[in-house]
């Protein structure tokens, strides 16, 4: 979200803050925490520093965590997660408008960086974005083994039918009875080149429009677990509900979907000015993988949990930060 130079600022839960070429907007972060294992010295006292995150749970509760340490490091830190879609979060940190953000590399890679064809090691894709981005400003730290990367998602009851393993075998199903492949899906993933449009193409799918619904995440696993509407759902490798609800997920046997490893995405010169920032983060990153991914996302999406305090609440748990 943009600002223009003649906002009003006004009210005090919506904060503004003046910031070299524009406005940000958020609320503070107002926890009280000390460093544990990362922040010792609070090398961030007296910056002001801004987090952002997409708008689905795992990233925010990602954009919270990096908050909170910034936080216990001895930042001010202004809470604008829960951006809406993808590119909102980049322009604001391309910009200046966010300071971090955790980024997935095959999002880089494929949607902001123009490629067509994923890199299939996750490390060399990693560098190779992070070496792309150097031109725009954006400095990427090392990644996390968190592989967020996408996949169709059956109920068990449906697939005691169909018995679908693989999306090659969704393509197969396709081809012999297209009526049969209801596909639910969201909007960004209907239109993305590494979502529905590359995956038809890549696995020779010819899914009819009229099977094809477009809706909100968390409906597609609800309506994939609970009625016939979705033979099959868009779904995430690290979402909690795919256990919860318990559901198949389809290889991606032709490995047409990138890796999309969750890594710390900063404004340089913010990093340039801070390079301490590095510190707090490398070790956070190190410790996050899927089954982590897992256990708390479905804390937000199963159990109803608040993306702050999962985060929060993990960070204590495993040293990181402490309780002020």
């Given at each position: ?27 503070p ?10 922040g010792?010295?609070?090398?961030l ?21 990096i ?16 951006l ?43 560098r ?18 968190l ?14 039918t ?5 999306l ?69 490798t690290?979402?909690g ?5 318990d ?35 490398n ?42």
């Open positions: 979200m943009r600002y223009g130079r003649g906002v009003v600022c006004a009210g005090l839960v919506l904060v503004l803050v003046l910031s070299g070429c524009g406005l940000k907007s958020g609320s972060m107002a926890d009280d925490v000390l460093p544990g294992s990362v010792r010295g609070q090398p006292k007296g910056a002001s520093l801004t987090v952002t995150s997409k708008n689905f749970s795992e990233n925010i509760i990602l954009g919270h965590m908050g909170l340490i910034f936080k216990a490091a001895g930042a001010e830190v202004l809470d604008r997660t829960n809406p879609g993808s590119i909102s979060g980049r322009e604001a940190i391309i910009k200046g408008d966010a300071d971090a953000i955790y980024e997935y590399t095959g999002t880089a890679w494929i949607t902001y960086q123009g490629n067509q064809k994923p890199i299939v090691d996750p490390q060399a894709q990693w190779a974005v992070r070496d792309a981005d150097v031109r725009n400003g954006v400095t990427w730290l090392p990644q996390s083994t592989n967020n990367t996408y996949t169709l998602a059956i109920n068990k009851r449906n697939n005691a169909y018995r679908l393993r693989t090659s075998d969704v393509a197969k199903l396709a081809r012999k009875d297209p009526s049969a492949v209801t596909l639910c899906v969201e909007n960004e993933f209907a239109s993305r080149e590494d979502g529905l449009p590359g995956m038809q193409k890549a696995y020779g799918m010819n899914i009819p429009a009229a099977n094809i619904r477009k809706m909100d995440a968390g409906i597609i696993y609800t309506q994939v677990a609970k009625s016939d509407t979705c033979l099959l759902g868009e779904a995430y690290t979402d509900r795919i256990k919860a609800m559901l198949d997920t389809l290889a991606d046997d032709k490995r047409f979907f990138p890796n999309y490893n969750a890594a710390p995405s900063l404004h340089s010169a913010t990093y340039e000015k801070y390079p301490a920032i590095a510190g707090l983060l070790p956070l990153s190190a410790r996050l993988n899927a089954t982590v991914a897992r256990e708390l996302n479905a804390r937000v999406d199963v159990g109803g949990e608040d993306p702050h305090e999962v985060a929060k609440e993990w960070l204590v748990r495993e040293g990181f930060i402490k309780e002020g």
